[in-house]
């Protein structure tokens, strides 16, 4: 065979040849791209395990967070109509399904999902489960498109609602949907890359009042002015358009005396303030929780995580209201977070805040 066939060129007339797999580049590969067993992972289920005892997310896949905690503050019970409002990976969906359907009870669970990537993706694992389109429904559309989804489908209320406001797993290690400030890709951030302006557009348009403004709502940025004129600065002279450019821009402002658990800090909270602003997201929960209510069955109950402070605030004093109205029978102050089991487990969870409330 000559070297030709050998890098996989037909061997003849349109006859193909095989072609040796890429080497695994190690044990821990740096690249995204080249973490092929962690995306296939049942063909390589001691690979997903080592990652996983590391306290480390397998590629590809989303670890939901305080699932035990969510289901306990809902009680899902068989034949209640439920709404996962932030679908994700489809794994509280999976635990939410199992338990309105426990039986073979007649319940039902609508998931919401802005994410053209994402969505069918959890859709076919939810249907690979087993469920049919009467137990489960997907939609297209954020949170803040609760309301009209139940209306379009018939369903008149739901008993139990859950919205995972965090940033799934998935979008944030592939470098491609620009969430990473690990690896290179564009800086992209929206949820749905079809709609609205790239994070890189509106840093390149929005006005140095505009980027304090949400460096302070969306990251809580104490320097928020300071960083906002460096930032309108620094655009005249070249353009952010990739991921890991912004961030060593930052890294680089912080100064060298800042400290390493600092910078990073101050990098990722940046990005998070960015994909805040480009998916309108305090807009958008703003909506779902002025909603909420039309949509709860009396006695219904809702769960809310959130991951940082803006969302959290925001969740706390509309719940607060609601009793306060009458609207709501309870909704604790206290907030409810991952056990030290699970944050060892799985870091990402650290940041996580659960609320809830039922309704009247």
């Known amino acids: 065979m000559s070297a030709g066939t050998q890098g996989g060129e037909a061997a003849g007339e349109g006859v193909p040849v095989h072609r040796r797999r890429p080497r695994y580049p190690g044990r821990n590969p740096r690249r995204f791209e080249h973490k092929y067993k962690e995306h296939r992972a049942a063909e390589f289920p001691e690979e997903a395990r080592h990652i996983e005892s590391r306290g480390k997310t397998v590629a590809g896949t989303h670890r939901p967070i305080m699932v035990r905690e969510v289901l306990g503050v809902l009680g899902p019970r068989p034949g209640e109509t439920g709404v996962d409002a932030t679908l994700g990976h489809g794994g509280h969906a999976l635990e939410m399904l199992a338990a309105l359907t426990a039986g073979g009870a007649p319940g039902r669970l609508l998931g919401l999902d802005v994410d053209p990537v994402e969505r069918p993706r959890a859709e076919a694992r939810i249907r ?5 389109e009467g137990q489960f429904v997907s939609v297209a559309s954020n949170h803040a498109g609760l309301s009209g989804a139940m209306e379009r ?5 739901a008993d139990v609602v859950l919205a995972d406001l965090g940033v799934s797993s998935m979008q ?15 800086l992209d951030l929206r949820m749905n890359p079809a709609r609205g302006v790239s994070a890189a557009d509106w840093l390149a348009g929005a006005s140095e009042r505009r980027i304090e403004e949400a460096l302070r709502a969306g990251a809580d940025e104490a320097r928020a002015g300071e960083l906002a004129r460096a930032l309108a600065g620094a655009r005249a002279g070249r353009a952010f358009r990739r991921t890991l450019e912004l961030a060593g821009w930052l890294r680089e402002w912080a100064g060298p005396h800042a400290g390493r658990d600092a910078v990073e800090s101050l990098v990722r909270r940046v990005f998070q303030a960015l994909r805040i602003v480009v998916n309108d997201e305090y807009s958008s929960l703003g909506t779902f929780l002025r909603l909420l ?5 009396p006695g219904g109950r809702v769960a809310v995580l959130t991951f940082h402070s803006g969302e959290d605030r925001r969740v706390k004093h509309a719940f607060r209201e609601g009793v306060t109205s009458g609207v709501y029978a309870e909704a604790p102050e206290e907030v409810i977070r991952p056990s030290a089991e699970e944050r060892r487990a799985n870091p990402r969870s650290a940041p996580a805040k659960l609320r809830w409330a039922r309704r009247a």
């Not at 489908?153 to 209320?157: F, S």
């Open 128 to 132: 690979a489960a087993g469920y049919t």
């Open 153 to 157: 489908l018939g369903w008149e209320g």
């Open 172 to 186: 944030i290690d592939d470098p491609a949907r620009g969430f990473s400030v690990k690896f290179d890709g564009p």
């Open 293 to 297: 209510p039309t949509v709860l069955r």
